[in-house]
């Protein structure tokens, strides 16, 4: 039996979990953002926070102010409620230079995609990205849109002290490394463009949740110029 969703999940005594899918998609992340957009100590009893991923969004109260049934019975009205509409994104560009010894993976992925390496450069600046959820580590910013021919599994072991501004690919997803950190993704390029306090006002991070990322190439001296910045 298929599931049904949104489906309302506890978390301890201060969260609940909303599920609105199972599948990395712009319809269900439509409603993700939605539900995200609404959301205010008006709308929901004790309302903290909410943390908005993939396909569900984590909604945070004081459990001294509310309980989950509370919360769930206001959820729900949000998400029936019509006329709700996400937060409108912006476009990012992200600068991206593929000089092989920036990209060292990029060769590689040509191979298992049956493409040249242009083709796979070609084909990620071509990709449809929108910013999903911030993960483990600060601007760690997940994009979904990679596109099919480019999409490959995560590498059986990941690799150590991959530089900061690599970009990274796994299955439908990309990101931007913030900090040197290890990664079992592929690396098929690096980035000068600041996501890490590249905000604006008291944003930390260039991207919101919901915001479009386009690349656009540049050569190495252009990366090493702003790199240098």
Not at 44 to 73: C, K, M, Q, T
Request: with cysteine.
């Amino acid at each position: 039996m298929a599931a049904a969703y949104p489906a309302f999940r506890p978390v301890a005594d201060h969260a609940i979990l909303v599920e609105f899918g199972d599948t990395i998609g712009h319809a269900v992340h439509d409603e993700v953002l939605r539900l995200d957009a609404a959301l205010s100590p008006s709308s929901v009893p004790g309302f903290l926070e909410a943390v908005p991923a993939y396909v569900n969004i984590l909604v945070r109260f004081d459990p001294l102010v509310s309980d989950h049934a509370v919360v769930e019975a206001a959820l729900r009205h949000l998400i029936a409620a019509p006329g709700n509409a996400p937060r409108a994104g912006r476009e990012r560009e992200v600068r991206v230079c593929y000089d092989a010894e920036l990209a060292p993976d990029l060769t590689r992925v040509a191979e298992a995609a049956g493409m040249e390496p242009e083709a796979v450069i070609a084909a990620h600046l071509a990709g449809d990205y929108r910013v999903y959820m911030y993960g483990f580590a600060p601007g760690y910013a997940y994009l979904a849109g990679v596109p099919e021919p480019i999409r490959l599994p995560r590498k059986t072991a990941p690799v150590r002290d991959v530089a900061a501004g690599s970009v990274l690919i796994a299955g439908p997803q990309c990101l931007v490394t913030t900090f040197v950190m290890p990664t079992g993704w592929w690396i098929i390029g690096r980035s000068p463009t600041r996501i890490l306090d590249g905000g604006e006002g008291d944003r930390p991070f260039l991207f919101d949740v919901g915001d479009t990322a386009r690349f656009t190439r540049i050569d190495r001296a252009t990366f090493e110029a702003e790199a240098a910045r």
